[in-house]
């Protein structure tokens, strides 16, 4: 049996750079072939990168205007369609309408179900929601949303709307979570960490497709 390394994603499912690492880490794990010395598992982990942000929401496209450019069309032009373009290379098709707002009923969901069905639940919920946000301008956390995420990874409906309609189930869980990555210095995202045998390697930012493999290689060169 091979050494065990252990991926500790961080995200916040309204950062599109997160949507755009996990595709390139997924490309990157691709990569290393099955018989390696070392196997990866994902894990997921909470942070919120507007937690006073209201559960009702507002503007997408005007929030990100104002808060993260001034207001400036010409340079809000300018990030969607850098986006835009970063995204086409990974297969997402960037929209930038919908509404933004607080993700922690997302981050409750996501945890839920890593904890009770394993990562590969966890992994398609991720991915549903990533989906419903940034392609479908859906809102990132409502019921409807959530609803839909936990259906398409397989959690029979009665139970995911039993988990939902109950929102203080794994509530505090997660915020502790929260706190503990802000405790670790999280303070923005993509973060990432790879179990190492003798170190862990961080990766913090949205990293090209090459330098996740090198990080990969370099996991498992030191695994022996």
């Not at 394993?118 to 990533?130: N, P, Q, R, W």
Request: negative net charge; aromatic residues 10%.
């Amino acid at each position: 049996m091979g050494y065990e390394s252990q991926i500790l994603f961080t995200l916040d499912t309204i950062c599109p750079w997160t949507y755009l690492a996990k595709r390139r880490l997924a490309r990157a794990l691709e990569q290393i072939p099955s018989d390696a010395p070392a196997s990866f598992s994902l894990k997921y982990l909470p942070y919120q990168l507007y937690p006073e942000a209201s559960q009702e929401g507002e503007g997408k496209y005007e929030w990100y205007k104002r808060s993260k450019y001034g207001d400036s069309e010409e340079k809000m032009k300018m990030y969607t369609t850098l986006m835009s373009a970063y995204g086409t290379t990974e297969g997402i098709d960037y929209k930038f309408g919908g509404t933004v707002a607080n993700t922690l009923p997302a981050h409750r969901t996501i945890q839920h179900y890593q904890e009770a069905k394993g990562s590969e639940t966890a992994e398609k919920i991720v991915s549903s929601l990533y989906k419903q946000y940034f392609e479908e301008e859906r809102h990132p956390s409502s019921q409807e949303t959530l609803l839909r995420a936990a259906t398409e990874a397989g959690v029979p409906e009665g139970e995911a709307k039993a988990f939902l309609e109950d929102e203080d189930e794994g509530l505090m869980d997660v915020k502790m979570q929260i706190r503990e990555q802000v405790g670790n210095g999280v303070d923005s995202v993509p973060y990432i960490v790879i179990e190492g045998k003798r170190r862990d390697l961080t990766l913090v930012g949205c990293k090209e497709v090459d330098e996740y493999v090198k990080a990969l290689h370099q996991i498992i060169k030191e695994s022996g």
